[in-house]
């Protein structure tokens, strides 16, 4: 399983956008299931299971990691292709003036090595600044680091 999956495109991000679905990646990325599996621990019919497993298979949410036969009948387990999922910046601009510079958005080019000092020093700079949460006039703002799809 990848670490990260960056939806970039909008068919994925409605895909995961049903909170049902949601509910089913959660209960995929605690171990691999079958339909019939989610279906009994959910109590609803397998046939609605089966949809939205569907959709999620379709738009490469999750994946298929193992197959059994058991009385004649292949079971498909399932799992999220990666263990957590965030769209593309890209996807949610709303801006119609495309040439208008998000102030908080940084595309960074970095060899592997020196990322992995950033996130480092970056870590350290974020906890020093986040004690200082009751400071006059302070704001909490999330930082991420999420890699831009390929060029």
């Known amino acids: 399983m990848k670490k990260l999956l960056v939806i970039d495109n909008l068919a994925q991000l409605k895909s995961v956008s049903d909170p049902f679905r949601i509910q089913l ?3 995929l990325a605690e171990k691999p299931k079958t339909g019939q599996m989610l ?3 959910l109590e609803i019919p397998r046939a609605k299971i ?17 197959t059994e036969e058991k009385n ?30 998000d102030s908080m958005s ?13 996130k ?19 704001k909490d703002y999330k930082v991420q680091i999420l890699p831009l799809g390929e060029e």
């Open 106 to 118: 940084y595309n960074l080019h970095i060899k592997e090595d020196d990322l992995k000092q950033f």
């Open 25 to 27: 990646l959660t209960m």
């Open 72 to 101: 004649s009948i292949i079971q498909k387990f399932y799992e999220p292709v990666a263990r957590k999922v965030v769209p593309n910046l890209d996807l949610l601009k709303y801006s119609p003036d495309e040439k208008k510079k």
């Open 50 to 66: 089966h949809y939205h497993l569907n959709e999620l298979l379709k738009n490469e949410i999750i994946h298929v990691v193992k």
């Open 120 to 138: 480092k020093e970056l870590k350290n700079f974020v906890k020093d600044n986040s004690e200082k949460k009751n400071a006059k006039n302070s």
């Open 39 to 41: 279906a009994d621990e």
